[in-house]
């Protein structure tokens, strides 16, 4: 729940969780259970780390084939370019 003070919009549970606004004053919070300290951003932070485990691996994994798949036309142009930079003249 949210109310305005006319200039921005506020929170209307306190940050503990005991207390809510009701329109002019902070009374008692009756049936609102307190919030615990980061009770869900453990679970958040897990999730977000293994997400961007498994994008890097994806890439990783791609990156290999890739190289597997395309290994002996690199090997063929380094050579070729190899070649033409031995067999140009020096100055």
């Known amino acids: 729940m949210w109310w305005s003070d ?15 606004w009701d329109g002019r ?9 307190p919030t615990t300290g980061g009770g869900g951003t453990g679970t958040a932070l897990i999730v977000t780390i293994l997400a961007g485990g498994g994008i890097l691996l994806l890439v990783v994994l791609f990156t290999m084939l890739m190289l597997y798949e ?3 036309q690199m090997t063929n142009v380094f050579s070729n370019v190899a070649a033409a ?3 140009t003249p020096s100055p």
């Open 70 to 72: 395309m290994g002996s």
């Open 85 to 87: 930079l031995a067999s």
């Open 25 to 33: 004053s902070w009374v008692p919070a009756q049936g609102v259970a």
């Open 6 to 20: 006319g200039t921005q919009w506020r929170p209307a549970v306190s940050p503990d969780g005991f207390w809510r």
